[in-house]
Every structure is written in C-alpha cells, then in structure tokens.
C-alpha cells in the first residue's frame, strides 16, 4: 500500500505560542488514521495547515509524494474537508449547495449533477435536495458537509471532529457513513477528542498532547501496552485503576479487594486508559 | 473560470433567494432622500439651471451604488466570521483572483439592483434624465471601485466591529460629500480640492453628466479606470493576509 501522507517536523506558532512542536506521521492510502487528544492539543491546527488554511511556521507535508507547499492547488485537489464548524450556506439550498463546492473544485455541470446525486442517495438526502440547508437537522447537516468534501472525488478526507455536539444516535450513523467512504478506498483522516470514536473508527491512532505526538500506532496495540484487563476500585482516596495483563490475573486481584471490602469493577482497557498513560491526563 | 463563477454565482443565488427583501431594503433610503431634499428641501432649488430633483437623482445613484457596492463586505464578513464559509473557498483549488473578482462583481451586482429601483422611483416621479450607455458605465465603475475596497477592508479586518468603524469614518462622510447632494464647486476652495480627491466625486460627476446628456468627463472616466485598478490590486494582494 502507497504512502498518501507524510508529514515531517511540523510546526506552528502562533505569536510567542507553540501550537505544534515538529510533529511528524504517515498515513498509508486506504487507511483510517485518528489524532486523539484534548481540546487545544493541536488537531485542528494540523488539519488546517495539511488543508492549506493555515501557514506552517516550519516542516514539510507530502500527499502522494508531492509537496503540498510546493505544489498548493495540486493538494487541494487532491484533499476533501469536513470542518468542525458546520459552514454550509443556510440560506442556499442543499443542492446549490453542492453545486457550487463542485464549481470550486473545476466540475462541469453534467459531472456535478451525477455525483451530486449519487451521494445525496448515499447520505439519505435526496429528498431534501430543494429544501433550505437551515431547515434540515444537526445530523443531515453534518452529512451534507461530508458529502460536499467528497463532490469532487478527494483521494484524501480531513474529518475535523465530525461528530462533536451530536446525539450518540446520530453519532453512531455517521460513523457507520465514514466506515462506508472508507470501505470506497478514501485515505481519512480523523481528528476526534471522543476515545469511542477513535477506537471504533481508528487503523491507527496518534495521541496529541500539547502540539506533540507522545504515542502512534493501533488501537489494540496502544491499549496492550496497559494489558487486557483494568480493575476500577472505589475506595475513600476516590477511584483508582490497576492493569492486568489478562483478564483471569484481573479478577483474581478483584476477588482480593472485594474480601477487604473494596468496591471493586473489572473492565477491558480502553484507549483513555492508554491515552493517560501516556500523557498522565485525560482526553 | 469556474472558481470565479462558483464565486459568483453564490452570490448571485443569495441575492435571488433574498431579492424581495433586498429590492425594499434598497428603496428606502433613496425614497427618503428623494423625499427630504428632493421634494421637500429643494423643490423650489435649481442647480445649474435644472430643477434640484434632476441633480439630485444622480446624486443619490452615485451614493447608493457606492454603497451597495461596498457593502459586499458585510456578506463577507458574514460569510467568514459567522458562517465561515471563505474557508471553503480557501480550501478550494482556485486563484485569489478568482475570489476577489467573484465577490467584487456580486458588489457591483447589488449596486445595479439599487440603481434600477432608484430609476423604477425616479420614472414613477417623472424626472426627466437620459439614463444611456455611460450613466450605466458610471455606475459599474463606482460600484466596482466600493466594491473592491470592501473586499481588501473585509480581508483585512478583525471584526465587525473594525469593520462598522470603517464604514462610519470613511464611506458615511463620502455620501454626503462627494457631490452627492450638493455642488462641489460651490465650495470654498480649502474645501474643494479634498473633496475632488474622492472616487465617488468623479463618480456623480460622470453619473450626472450622462443623465444629462452631457458630454463625457474624460477625466473623472480615466480616474475611475484607475481606481478600479488599484482597487482591484488591493482586494488581491488582501486575500493573504486574511490567513494565518
């Protein structure tokens, strides 16, 4: 599989503010790749400038081998965008809507009207093409924005916290949406502070903590470096976690807590438990 | 081309989708001041020898079309700030030119919307004025001048707030004062030659003397040409710095 992004010592400063302190990944085409981490860690500052909104202060990003400082138009072309913030013109209809990002991008018409009418089908939006963009929902908004990245055929998406502020339900439709662009052969990257998200969605995972990448790789594989099973236990010092290499050495120690009286969970680890570990905070 | 066009036609398709409100909102501002100065102060004024109503029309056509056009700002400012939909056109493979020229040519299109309301109101009073092929010359150079001045200020801007000082300090004063309302010439010289130096008193000079019928003022049309030069250059150069 071909590598469709590297990204080297990217930096961004923002005044005397460090955002991003020489962060460097690959994403191979076809992969699904997540950046994890808090508000304010730098996931959106990366997306921005790896989408040519922003400026880097330093570092080289290639898509496809070719650099997307060198050659901008060629990267955009080559990149779709699904922002945090929902910009979509309210007042135009779903399908104006479209029609102009498929303009942007160099469509003709007769190609705009088929693609548009294709992913309109694929997101369930058909019947709401005539409709207003500010009478429909929070979650068919958010579809919307994701098929208008992909009117123009991005080989490359930039999910920036596509699901952030919507209902577990909705959440769950869109991530069943991403799976299916991804399935298409659409190299995706993710950028998410939910751990579910990350872990559901996720071929590989970059904890950002800070402006820094302090741990890259799969979800499963970040999790075992924890071990199989964690033990919650309650006691007057608050909640503590303790990690088990399997599950039988877990509940095993549960058993010892619970005869002292300990109030006592065992769980699978999950990636916040690995995400701490790394970091010492939480998403 | 097309990022030009995708550029403009979403302006276009806004001002479709609000033309109703958009064609009231245009009128009322010219009815009053056809009302105040035209036949109320000035309906016994003559200016030149016409009655003050024939140069006043002009006058408020300049003034509007300045405006309009430089109130595509506004559009962009809501469109940057609020819907934050200039990062799909930053994220788009097409040329800052592309952009400028799409949303300055949406400015000069509001600025014919209003022009052509303040002629359906201008013909409902019979108001005798010729309106041929350079009056409309006039207005599309004024309103591309405004326009591109309110694109390079919408780039440039931090906020709407920035952006309401601007219009009250620079394009406010120039409403009343580029020989919109008034005769420049009669004006004590101190006072006249600043006022001569602004684009929208080449602006109702070249405006008016076509709705008269006069010939054209080559150097108001040549200073005008210039200015939409520049004005275009400073939109452009502006669409940088609206990154970060």
Do not use: C
Not at chain 1, 51 to 70: D, K, P, Q, W
Not at chain 1, 179 to 203: C, M, P, S, V, W
Not at chain 1, 224 to 245: C, I
Request: proline residues 4%; charged residues 20%.
């Amino acid at each position: 599989m071909s590598e469709a992004v590297r990204v080297e010592g990217l930096t961004k400063d923002y005044g005397r503010l460090r955002a991003l302190s020489g962060i460097s990944f690959s994403i191979r085409e076809g992969e699904l790749f997540a950046l994890l981490g808090p508000n304010g860690a730098g996931k959106t500052t990366t997306i921005r400038i790896l989408t040519g909104l922003t400026r880097a202060t330093a570092g080289r990003v290639h898509f496809f081998g070719r650099s997307i400082f060198e050659d901008p138009l060629y990267a955009k072309r080559m990149a779709g965008l699904v922002p945090q913030a929902t910009n979509l013109d309210l007042e135009l209809t779903v399908w104006e809507n479209l029609f102009i990002h498929g303009l942007l991008f160099g469509m003709s018409r007769g190609r705009i009207r088929d693609r548009a009418a294709e992913l309109l089908r694929f997101a369930g939006l058909w019947e709401r093409r005539r409709d207003r963009v500010r009478t429909l929902s929070g979650g068919m908004r958010r579809r919307l924005l994701i098929i208008r990245a992909l009117m123009h055929e991005p080989r490359i998406l930039f999910l920036d916290e596509p699901t952030v502020g919507l209902d577990p339900h909705i959440r769950r439709r869109l991530w069943g949406l991403i799976k299916q662009i991804q399935a298409r052969g659409t190299t995706i990257l993710l950028t998410t502070h939910y751990i579910e998200e990350a872990e559901f969605l996720a071929d590989r995972v970059a904890f950002l903590d800070r402006g820094r990448i302090v741990a890259l790789d799969t979800p499963q594989s970040l999790m075992a470096t924890l071990g199989e099973a964690a033990v919650d236990v309650v006691s007057e010092k608050g909640l503590t976690t303790r990690y088990f290499r399997t599950r039988e050495e877990a509940e095993r120690e549960a058993m010892r807590l619970s005869r002292s009286g300990e109030s006592v969970t065992i769980r699978r680890v999950n990636l916040e438990d690995a995400f701490l570990h790394f970091t010492g905070r939480k998403v | 081309m097309r990022g030009f066009l995708a550029v403009y036609l979403r302006e276009l398709l806004i001002i479709w989708h609000r033309l109703p409100r958009m064609i009231l909102s245009f009128s009322v501002s010219p009815t009053l001041y056809l009302i105040a100065f035209g036949f109320g102060l000035g309906k016994h004024l003559t200016v030149h020898g016409r009655p003050y109503l024939e140069f006043l029309v002009p006058g408020v056509v300049a003034a509007s079309s300045m405006m309009q056009g430089f109130g595509i700002n506004v559009e962009i400012n809501v469109a940057r700030f609020y819907l934050r939909i200039f990062e799909e056109f930053q994220a788009a493979p097409i040329s800052n030119w592309a952009y400028v020229l799409g949303e300055i040519l949406g400015g000069v299109t509001r600025a014919f919307l209003s022009t052509l309301v303040i002629l359906a109101i201008t013909m409902l009073a019979r108001i005798n004025l010729h309106f041929g092929p350079w009056f409309f010359v006039g207005v599309f150079l004024n309103a591309f001048v405004f326009a591109s001045l309110g694109v390079a200020s919408a780039m440039i801007i931090r906020s709407h707030a920035d952006q309401a000082l601007v219009t009250n300090f620079i394009i406010t004063p120039m409403v009343f004062l580029g020989g919109t309302f008034f005769p420049v010439e009669g004006l004590p010289e101190w006072a006249r030659l600043p006022l001569k130096l602004l684009p929208v008193t080449h602006a109702s000079h070249l405006i008016r003397s076509a709705a008269y019928g006069d010939p054209v003022p080559r150097f108001s049309l040549l200073v005008l040409l210039g200015l939409s030069l520049v004005g275009f250059f400073l939109a452009y150069s502006s669409v940088d710095r609206a990154r970060d």
